[in-house]
Structures are given as C-alpha cells and as structure tokens.
T-cell receptor
Framework: EDQVTQSPEALRLQEGESSSLNCSYTVSGLRGLFWYRQDPGKGPEFLFTLYSAGEEKEKERLKATLTKKESFLHITAPKPEDSATYLC??????????FGTGTRLTVIP | GAVVSQHPSRVICKSGTSVKIECRSLDFQATTMFWYRQFPKQSLMLMATSNEGSKATYEQGVEKDKFLINHASLTLSTLTVTSAHPEDSSFYICSPDRGSEAFFGQGTRLTVV
C-alpha cells in the first residue's frame, strides 16, 4: 500500500533560520514526487516535481531533493511570507496524486 | 501553471439540501478530472475521477449516489453533494488530469449546518 509520511507535523522558525522538511514515501513504481504550498482556505500551489533519485530543483529560497526513499524541501533564510502548509504527494500507477498530511510552517519575524 | 477555476469558494448550506461545485479547466481540455476532499488536519484524499462522456469512478468508501459527478465538456466538471449532512463538511478541490503535471482549483469550503 502506498504511504507518504511528512515530518515534522509543524515547524516554527525564526526569520532567517534555515531548515528542512521531510517526506518519506513507500510506493510501487514512483513516477513523480510533487511538492506544493497550501495557504489556509486555498488550493495547493505547485512548487516542484521530482522524477528520479538524485534530482534537485530550486526556486527562490526553496530547494527540493529526492532519494529512493524520501524527499527533502530545504528552506534557506525563510521569511514570514513563507509561512504555509507544505504538502508532498506521489504519483504512481495512475495519474492522480497520493498526499501526505503536510508540514505546517510558521516563520516568525 | 495551469488555470483551474473552481466555484464557489465557500458555501454554507442546510442539512438535507444539495450543493453544486463547478470546476473549469481554462487552458487545457481535460478528458479526466480528479476530485479530492480534505478534512481538517488531514491530507487531500482522492474521492472520484470524472471522465468526459462516461461515468465517474469512485474511491472506496465514497457514495456515488451522494456525490454526483457530471463531466459535461472537456473544460467543465461538476460535483453535486446531495442531501448534505454535517459530516460532509469539508474542503473539496478539483484537478484536471494533465498526465505528469498536477494543478488544482482554489477549493470549495463546504459547511453543512
């Protein structure tokens, strides 16, 4: 059975304090691993898709990496506007996504 | 990213009434639309997959007679929550099937009172 586990559940950072969010997955035939940002009451906003172990992608203060068992979302020098819930999802056999429960990030000024 | 328009963004309805949620894919002809829901502090879970011109397929535990899906065209899919009850209160989100890409609507917060 496919499983996606995100940790920590919640994370509070001081502005400028870099950290990483983890997404561990167990899935048969991974086709892609997706990262999204979700603000309260909004739909997920696409950040990255990673397809194979060793792949890395960057966007502003965010960098996503992928291994055969997990993915990390690194946040460098975060700002208060980075506060959101970050979701990880996998795509396996079908085209729909299987999501983790997310990490709620709060960046304190 | 893709443009997906979902309406309404929020709705409050009385128990026993029905609510229709629309999802439009504005820049992509979607033969398939995924419908997810998200309960508080839980992950997005796939509810059903709508297919243009054919019946929708539902995930285990999702009542097809309660959640009516119509995929009228390549750009429009609707989800109707019939005879809504408080336990149907949730956040409903659509996502057109674009293969290896996945973009989402803004979501609909349904509250049944």
């Amino acid at each position: 059975e496919d499983q996606v586990t995100q940790s920590p559940e919640a994370l509070r950072l001081q502005e400028g304090e870099s950290s990483s969010l983890n997404c561990s997955y167990t899935v048969s035939g991974l086709r892609g691993l997706f990262w999204y940002r979700q603000d309260p009451g909004k739909g997920p906003e696409f950040l990255f898709t990673l397809y194979s172990a060793g792949e890395e992608k960057e966007k502003e203060r965010l960098k996503a990496t992928l291994t055969k068992k997990e993915s990390f979302l690194h946040i460098t020098a975060p700002k208060p506007e980075d506060s959101a819930t970050y979701l990880c999802a996998v795509q396996a056999g079908a085209n729909n996504l299987f999501f983790g429960t997310g990490t709620r990030l709060t960046v304190i000024p | 990213g893709a443009v997906v328009s979902q309406h309404p963004s929020r709705v409050i309805c009385k128990s026993g009434t029905s609510v229709k949620i629309e999802c439009r894919s504005l820049d992509f002809q979607a033969t398939t639309m995924f419908w997810y829901r998200q309960f508080p502090k839980q992950s997005l879970m796939l509810m059903a997959t709508s297919n243009e011109g054919s019946k929708a397929t539902y995930e285990q535990g999702v009542e097809k007679d309660k959640f009516l899906i119509n995929h009228a065209s390549l750009t429009l899919s609707t989800l109707t929550v019939t005879s809504a009850h408080p336990e149907d209160s949730s956040f409903y989100i659509c996502s057109p099937d674009r293969g290896s890409e996945a973009f989402f609507g803004q979501g609909t917060r349904l509250t049944v009172v």
